[in-house]
């Protein structure tokens, strides 16, 4: 992004790149829409590694969103001919080398996606994920009748599974895509390009209104 310093450098190359998602140790994942199936990526220091999710049967990822200390991962998969639905998943990693003292912290590798269970099913379908904290995520819910004024809604979602809030609807377009940050507004983008914030909350405030923020496509940080 900042051209006259670094020029961009080529991480990974694939068919249908989609939903990168950084922890905070600099590793990247990302999904690769292949016609087959799914693929999921690890990206770091070392290069490219295929992470094996089990358990996921037919259903295909659509979007995921690793927690920020690397440990769990939420997906947005897809059965055939069924709503996509929020899932869970942890992230198990290679055995940990005790460090040195040239060397005191060595990175963890994740090589599998493990236990996907479904969160908050009542809400089905979901359409895209984004983690608000470390014990919450922002979810943008599809409605399941077609003839609704508003077809998707934001909701923010404990991952022990209590009651989902909404965030209330976006004023104007139809959103499509989310992102959250513990030390940031909830962001929502619509399919007509433009970028909605929803203001941290206020105690003498009964209700938090979402304002236009700038035109833009699938807000990320």
Partial sequence: LDAPREAPKLLVRGTKLWSPSWDRFGGLWVLDQQPAGTKVYFIDGAGKHAITVAGLGLRRILELAVSADGTRMAMITQEPDQPARLELGLVKTEPIE?????????????????????????????????????????????????????????????????????????????????????AAPVLVGTKDGKIYRLPAPDTLALTRSWEFLTEGRRPAY
Avoid at 114 to 123: C, D, G, K, M, N
Avoid at 127 to 134: H, L
């Fill in 98 to 182: 005790i460090g040195t003292p040239d060397e005191p912290q060595r990175s963890v590798r994740p090589v599998s996606i493990t236990s996907p269970s479904p969160v908050a099913p009542q809400l089905d379908p979901a359409v895209d994920v984004a983690w608000a904290d470390t014990q919450q995520l922002v979810v943008l819910i599809g409605d399941a009748d077609p003839d609704q004024v508003q077809p998707y809604q934001p909701y923010q979602v404990g991952i022990d599974g209590r009651m989902p809030e909404q965030l209330g609807p976006v004023p104007a377009g139809v959103p499509v895509s989310v992102a959250a940050s513990a």
